[in-house]
């Protein structure tokens, strides 16, 4: 199974940004989608953005206009950066992969605080 490991996590100030990275430990079969989801306390895991590897995109509403996802197949990794972050955007943010065979990975998660 293909190993997720997320980087990029920490605490910001509301209006701050911050940008993740997602690596995994060997390719994926193709075509496959990468993505974030985030799951904030007492609430379900919810989408955030997902990428294919032909480089189309996907944005759950409440993230338009402030995130951007992007990847580098020949590094098998994906990027979220994150822009004008609100507190509500607090959460453990979550890596996940999906093969063109149905074989789904998930990352350990890396928190992620807008406070001041």
């Known amino acids: 199974q293909v190993q997720l490991v997320e980087s990029g996590g920490g605490l910001v100030q509301p209006g701050g940004s911050l940008r993740l990275s997602c690596a995994a430990s060997e390719s994926l079969s193709t075509p496959n989608t990468m993505g974030w989801y985030r799951q904030a306390p007492g609430k379900q895991r919810e989408l955030v953005a997902t990428i294919t590897s032909g480089g189309f995109t996907n944005y759950a509403d409440y993230v338009k206009g402030r995130f951007t996802i992007s990847r580098d197949n020949a590094k098998n990794t994906v990027y979220l950066q994150m822009n004008s972050l609100k507190p509500e955007d607090t959460a453990v943010y979550y890596c996940?992969?999906?093969?063109?065979?149905?074989?789904?990975?998930w990352g350990q998660g890396t928190q992620v605080t807008v406070s001041s």
């Open positions: 996940n992969a999906a093969g063109y065979f149905g074989e789904i990975s």
